[in-house]
């Protein structure tokens, strides 16, 4: 009982980082967005350069901090999964290589044969 209760919490823990990482790639991707919107409304306005560069510039502080925001999240999912070593229940026992998943090249699609 105790263990399926560590098993389902570090569950939700995995996948509310992934929700995480997952997050912040779309919103660097909606400031891309949003940049090159900026700079096609600019053209079409024919502004002169000094007119939207307050914009862009905290527009890039944004991104360098979400950068920097990116990079805390992939440490913290690494120092997770070497915690889960540490926590009775979670402990990976493995035969072979010792990675946890299969490498890409042992997948394959299942197709029916006749």
Known sequence: MRK??????AYEVATQVRTVEE?????????????????????????????????????????AGLIDTRGAIVECHSALAEAKGKVPGLRTVSWGDGDDCPPAAARTDLRIVA
Do not use: F, W
Request: charged fraction near 15%.
């Open 23 to 63: 997050s912040i790639d779309t919103a660097l991707a909606e400031i891309a967005e949003l940049q090159a919107r900026m700079m096609r409304a600019s053209s079409v306005a024919a502004t002169g350069y000094g007119t939207i560069h307050p914009a862009l510039q905290q527009l890039a502080a944004a991104v």
């Open 4 to 9: 399926q209760m560590i098993e389902n919490a």
